[in-house]
């Protein structure tokens, strides 16, 4: 498209700089009953933070607000909402000339005396390739295995039957999922496989990977009413059946 004169030789190294993340927390508890169908833990998501470099958009945390039903759909569906605006932002920084090609090949792709041809095939190849600058990145850390499975259940509902989605799946991992213009992807795709410690190590990052007791608060209003830090025992794994030796105490 640089080539044939339809895009400037400027935009010939173009990358999108902007993307988002996001995290989740859950509340784990056995279920009721085991069999071979039944997951090993019942996970319910109780908070979400996202964050990006997206120009002018703040930093968001949603949580749920109490055990009620419905509570936690409301949360994932404000996060979706938030997602949405986000990329309506991140459109905005596309380049002026990337936009106006992607119109006119659309304009021409939906003039029905259009015959399928080699013509329409090569517009359709092009605007498959300027759709990758809509596409806002939303990662995650291990979201394939988790975040994404978790959240599943309602992110379908938040979308129901009118809004397109489209993902890539290999066995119960979610390896990418795209939501009109978001796509969920996650960061393990891109690096060896680590743990989230290393990883943050790996970059040099700050911040390291912090604890909670999962298996301890069965509802948000337990964990609302806690006033103590809660005592070490809380923090042993039920499901991996695994503690944290080197938590300081003292």
């Not at 039944?38 to 749920?64: H, M, Q, R, T, Y």
């Not at 932002?89 to 000339?97: D, E, L, N, Q, V």
């Not at 290999?170 to 743990?195: E, K, W």
Request: glycine fraction near 4%; charged fraction near 25%; include cysteine.
């Amino acid at each position: 498209m640089i080539k044939d004169g339809r895009l400037p030789p400027s935009l010939h190294d173009f990358r999108h700089k902007y993307q988002a993340v996001y995290d989740i927390e859950t509340l784990e508890s056995e279920p009721s009953s085991m069999d071979a169908s039944s997951p090993d833990a019942i996970l319910k998501p109780v908070s979400i933070g996202c964050s990006s470099n997206v120009p002018g958009v703040e930093d968001k945390w949603f949580c749920v607000k109490s055990s009620n039903p419905g509570e936690i759909q409301n949360m994932v569906d404000n996060f979706m909402s938030h997602l949405m605006e986000l990329s309506k932002a991140y459109k905005s920084c596309i380049p002026a000339p990337i936009k106006d090609l992607a119109k006119q090949i659309r304009d021409k792709l939906a003039d029905k005396t259009l015959p399928y041809n080699n013509k329409r095939r090569e517009l359709e190849k092009d605007i498959n390739c300027l759709k990758k600058y809509e596409i806002l990145p939303v990662y995650a850390f291990n979201s394939a295995r988790f975040d994404l499975v978790v959240l599943m259940p309602y992110i379908g509902k938040w979308c129901g039957t009118e809004i397109k989605t489209n993902m890539i799946k290999r066995g119960a991992q979610y390896m990418m999922l795209t939501v009109d213009g978001i796509q969920f992807r996650d960061v393990m795709d891109f690096t060896a496989p680590t743990d989230l410690a290393n990883y943050l190590k790996t970059w040099g990052a700050s911040e390291v990977k912090s604890i909670f007791p999962y298996s301890y608060f069965k509802r948000i209003e337990d964990l609302e009413a806690t006033i103590e830090f809660p005592p070490k025992k809380a923090f042993f794994n039920e499901l991996k059946q695994t503690d944290i030796p080197d938590l300081d105490y003292n």
